[in-house]
């Protein structure tokens, strides 16, 4: 059973059988009523979307009123549907953002490990030159100071 027959029945069970008049009286103060919001829960599209009100007096079956109960029972379906469409529209338009964002998260992840290890190559090459300048200075400096000894002896 959906809401809206559950809200009919509750309605029509405390409405007084007497007549139109104290009908309309207890609809407006059942409009107000928090148990009906709260039943308006299980029943989005035909409760919100539709007042309380229209909702307390909708009763099929009682002469004029019947065309007015369809166009607001119409209205209110059309109106969930541009709602749907709303919905559908604002999940796709973030799926895409967080699929932009998310695609721009791993250029940026993929630079920084290009970057780090282009540093580490980088620091690799400096410290093998470095070495290697190194070890040549000591080789020349030792030997010509070798050099300058014997050449002092020989002196």
């Known amino acids: ?20 008049s104290a009908e309309t009286s207890q609809s407006s103060q059942l409009s107000n009523s928090p148990f009906l919001w709260l039943l308006a829960v299980f029943d989005l599209p ?12 909708v ?9 007015t109960n369809r166009d607001n029972h119409f209205e209110a379906a059309n109106l969930s549907v541009v709602v749907v469409v709303v919905v559908v529209i604002v999940v796709v338009v973030v799926e895409v ?8 998260a791993a250029i940026v992840v993929v630079l920084v490990v290009v970057l780090v290890v282009v540093v580490e190559v980088v620091v690799v090459v400096v410290v093998v030159v470095v ?8 080789v020349v400096v030792v030997k010509w100071r070798r050099g300058l000894v014997l050449v002092m002896v020989v002196q």
Request: proline fraction near 4%; hydrophobic fraction near 55%.
């Open 1 to 20: 059973m959906s809401g809206l027959n559950v809200v009919l029945l509750m309605t029509s069970g405390c409405l007084s059988h007497s007549g139109r």
């Open 97 to 104: 953002v967080v699929v932009v964002v998310v695609a721009a």
């Open 46 to 57: 035909h409760h919100f979307l539709a007042p309380p009100s229209v909702v307390n007096i």
């Open 59 to 67: 009763k099929f079956g009682e002469g004029s009123n019947n065309q």
């Open 131 to 138: 070495v290697v300048v190194v070890v040549v200075v000591v």
